[in-house]
């Protein structure tokens, strides 16, 4: 039997949920924040002391095992010691009370952190830049582009005109151009104004925002079970495909780059074949586009591979792939040097990333070559995903449309509607498993990469337990 | 005479620079970050081990007193035992080790953290929001701004109508309205989509990048020294807000609000009266706009008061008032209720914020309260400014308009072109100093909030040395 990670770390992980049932204290938390603090999205007050593994403890004394991680973003668990490790280290210190301005006067040991998060690049990449959150990663990786797109028609040395000089100062052409990043209904890309207006799954994210006038294509929409309806998906990639290429070619604004997630996740873990993201791969290289490959949420081996789209084998591999969330750093990864931009201070503002959580995205990166996590969770996802297939047909009107074979933990599902998925995701709590939700009508599995088979076969029990009741 | 906190905090914080001369290991250092990582804006490689108080290290034995402290940006000198304490703490593991997204499930700590922030909060602030950077903070404060300007003339509680939900998700309007920021021709407000549309002081910042087209006004430009030019100054007060008001009253896309910043700081130090943001913060009321006070770089005890706004004697208080920089931590202030919008997951993200630099935030604001830094930098702002204003006399040509008398340590001033202003920065390193710019032809002092009179005599002394050889 394969060595349990989890109980490695997490020698005194707890053995299951504990529900006392109890929110007191929690909501007597969250109404004191609210007076200072916008506390409408808060689900609980977490004890982060008392979490451990897979496991987060609320401050009334309920502990879930817990498949949403933080938005998908707890990485090894809570508590890991080899992450408290490096959080006690000098370096981190350092990088906590001295923070740099990392573009002009960067740490000694800044090949070091640089160099621990390229370790675990995708393939085909070897250059990073550093920036804070999944928005900000894509706003960056979009400046990138458009410099990149602009540089291929000036010629990357030639200085800047003075038409340019001046009128970029009053946000006019040519200087400031008009250019497009072209993304795809049901993306989600953050909530920033450029992020967001390539956003494109949910109204909340985006009401009375002001927004750049950028072109949407239609992404796949799969007929499940996929080898029951092989043809007409095809069908579908030629059509959604077709899309794209018409938009490049006709679209008033030009399209500097095509921005796009290997598995859309806020927008309810739509998935689409590699045969369609080759197709984009081609597009995109036919006009003159640059290809963005957004992986701030299935990055980092939740999908039984280190980044979800290298299953698609993209030749030459997309031009800018930009991280955060299960890194718990942010930026984009990227291979042609003439990405980085022709003159200093192009690319730049005062920090430049943040050395501190660029330290724990090698840390975390370190750890998972060393367990093979990624490994590990494509085979914890296929035990769980038979799992809930068997579910499913127990309970088909609660779990439809089940997606993410073989795509480790990175599962999801649909239930009849809006009112039935939030019912659902609330109700678990009350079998003892804090879970999340994606799109209107899915719930969302993301749990961290030390969820093992013990953690897989808990949660499978709580929605049978749950499920029977209804 | 007042104990020295310098000497209180550091021990063993140098006694002068040390200039080896050599930047061999420097420039090793940086040649091979280039070939993975953006090098074009670095200095040098600094030895942060090494760097104390006052003093940052290069990884070559050069020892710098630091008068621009990483973009205006290090509050309490390299390695702040204080800070250290906080890095070292048990909050601080858990923050760093389990991130949490704080607008679902914050920390049973977040109040404490939130709360540690508030206690140094602008006058008539008591709520706050958390971001990441401080162009990020700007975005964030945009977006609080429409969703306010538009729940004005919606009703808070109203929900949004059909049309609205439908159109958004196109980007268009009523769901994303065309509404606009206001803001000034040389303001810098950072580098992103919407920040950089408002950012207007070096094509640099904007080159190549798609904007939203928000118009500017201008800033007042004073003659110096302000004293003999009262009534003139008076004029171009009065000229400014004209253009602010005409600006509102006839912008085809609604003035949501201005934003501005207490002193132009990246954009060439540029002051202005108290007289003229009272103007401001009427014209607003006026016309129902609201007001963000940008106080990134201004805020922080720098100018001799906490938020250098707090001078204006603004009524009511700014709308939003901004920081990052010196807090080390990013986000917004702000006092009216319904500035949280009104229903969640408006203003909302991942991470919201990063409670690890919200913890050292705190600690920041406990050692100025503790040791009265803001005052102390306000007496070592007036014995540096009249050693300056010595310099000045005998050396007019290097140091003109100089500016921010009675302003602690935030001065500067101007040399008579860009190449000269480049080569005094420099020429400075070779007598031992690390100094900094704003405009194209100023120079800008960012000291830390322990910079003392020793370390003003030493920054002196070093301008003279230089400016002898010229």
Chains 1, 2 share one sequence.
């Not at 007191?24 to 689900?43: E, I």
């Not at 004394?61 to 998908?72: E, K, P, R, S």
């Not at 597009?283 to 980092?300: A, F, M, P, R, W």
Request: proline share 6%; glycine share 8%; with cysteine.
């Amino acid at each position: 039997m394969t060595q349990s990670i989890s109980s490695l770390y997490f020698p005194n992980e707890p053995k299951q949920p504990t529900v006392v049932s109890s929110h007191a204290k929690s909501q007597a938390a969250t109404d004191a924040l609210g007076k200072v603090f916008d506390n409408r999205g808060v689900y609980f007050v977490a004890d982060y002391d008392k979490s451990n593994g897979n496991y987060i403890a609320d401050v009334d004394g309920n502990v879930y095992l817990d498949v949403y991680a933080q938005i998908a973003s707890i990485p090894l668990g809570y508590n890991n010691p080899a992450l408290i490790e490096a959080a006690k280290s000098d370096k981190m210190i350092r990088a906590l009370v001295d923070r740099p301005a990392t573009g002009n006067f960067p740490g000694a040991d800044i090949n070091e952190i640089v160099g621990d998060i390229l370790k675990v690049a995708p393939k085909g990449q070897d250059k990073v830049w550093s920036g804070l959150s999944g928005a900000d990663a894509n706003e960056l990786a979009f400046k990138a582009a458009f410099f990149r797109y602009q540089a291929k028609k000036r010629g990357y040395l030639t200085p800047f005109t003075q038409e340019e000089l001046t009128s970029v100062m009053k946000n006019e052409a040519p200087g400031s151009p008009d250019l497009a990043i072209l993304s795809f209904e049901r993306g989600f890309h953050g909530r920033l104004f450029a992020s967001g207006s390539t956003t494109c799954s949910k109204p909340i994210h985006k009401l009375d925002v002001p927004s750049f006038k950028w072109p949407k294509a239609q992404f796949p929409a799969y007929k499940y079970p996929l080898e029951k309806h092989i043809e007409e998906n095809k069908k579908e990639d030629e059509r959604c495909l077709k899309i794209v290429d018409d938009i490049i070619q006709n679209n008033q604004i030009p399209v500097a780059a095509v921005l796009v997630e290997p598995i859309q996740s806020e927008g309810g873990d739509n998935h689409a074949s590699a045969e369609f993201f080759q197709g984009l791969r081609d597009i995109t290289l036919k006009h003159g586009s640059l290809l963005i490959i957004d992986e701030v949420q299935t990055g980092v081996g939740a999908t039984g591979v280190m980044w979800a789209h290298e299953r698609f084998n993209l030749q030459p591999p997309p031009d800018l792939v930009t991280f955060s969330k299960k890194f718990q750093s942010a930026g984009y990864f990227f291979h042609d040097p003439e990405i980085i931009p022709n003159f200093a201070y192009r690319q730049f503002n005062t920090w430049c990333g943040d050395p501190a959580r660029m330290i724990i995205a090698g840390a975390i990166g370190q750890e998972i070559v060393k367990h093979d996590l990624v490994k590990r969770t494509a085979e914890v996802g296929n035990y769980l995903y038979a799992k809930l297939e068997k579910l499913a047909e127990k309970y088909p009107k609660y779990l439809q449309d089940l997606r993410g074979k073989d795509r480790g933990t990175f599962i999801a599902w649909t239930l009849e509607s809006g009112e039935a998925r939030n019912k659902f995701l609330s109700d678990m709590k009350t079998v003892g498993v804090n879970i999340g939700g994606c799109a209107e009508d899915s719930v969302r599995l993301r749990p961290t990469l030390v969820f093992e088979e013990k953690h897989a076969d808990i949660l499978v029990e709580a929605i049978d337990k749950l499920l029977s009741t209804y």
